[in-house]
């Protein structure tokens, strides 16, 4: 699987409350354990989202037809 690199590629358009900027929607399924991994280090991808360029918040819509 290919892991997101940057929130921009995370980015999602599925429907969220109307107080929630677009630019903090994202999908973090990768990251949460709803994607199977079998890395020896399984959140050596999210090392990333810990960095000074990520929003403190994001948010996480339900996944449609979920």
Do not use: F, I
Not at 21 to 44: I, Q, R
Not at 52 to 57: A, F, N, S, T, Y
């Amino acid at each position: 699987m290919q892991y997101p690199k940057s929130v921009a590629e995370m980015r999602v358009d599925w429907p969220a409350p109307d107080h929630v900027p677009e630019e903090l929607k994202v999908d973090l399924t990768w990251a949460s354990g709803m994607v199977p991994n079998d890395l020896v280090d399984p959140y050596e991808p999210c090392a990333w989202l810990s960095g000074g360029d990520v929003p403190p918040l994001l948010y996480q819509p339900p996944v449609p037809g979920r």
